[in-house]
Nanobody, 121 residues
Framework: VQLQAFGAGLVQPGGSLKLSCVVSGRTFGSYVVGWFRQAPGKGREFVAAIDWSGGITYYEDSVKGRFAISRERAKDSVYLQMNNLKPEDSAVYYC???????????????WGQGTEVTVSS
């Protein structure tokens, strides 16, 4: 499985940005696709995930109501729409895939390269 993340950018506080993740190499089946982020000097933390088959979504508390994860089967893609961005959302965002939902790095087997999001005025 290969994952490619897109959508890096610099945005002002309160702004929006949409990240994309293209997954290739196998059929999703019951896979979960998620997003983690890592700010400088900090560990990698869970942001959101979506069950590919059922479309059920999961979010980290600090992004609920601001971020939305979605999937587009025809394009083998998962998106992370980020609204009302805050400086503390600045991080490198990673797309990941695994066999079941988890909120820790070890729950996911496949990782894409990171894409950097900077929220600053």
């Amino acid at each position: 499985v290969q994952l490619q993340a897109f959508g890096a950018g610099l945005v002002q506080p309160g702004g929006s940005l949409k990240l994309s993740c293209v997954v290739s190499g196998r059929t999703f089946g019951s896979y979960v696709v998620g997003w983690f982020r890592q700010a400088p000097g900090k560990g990698r933390e869970f942001v959101a995930a979506i069950d590919w088959s059922g479309g059920i979504t999961y979010y980290e508390d600090s992004v609920k109501g601001r971020f939305a994860i979605s999937r587009e089967r025809a394009k083998d893609s998962v998106y992370l729409q980020m609204n009302n961005l805050k400086p503390e959302d600045s991080a490198v965002y990673y797309c990941t895939a695994g066999a079941r939902l988890g909120r820790t790095v070890s729950d996911y087997r496949y990782w894409g390269q990171g894409t950097e999001v900077t929220v600053s005025s």
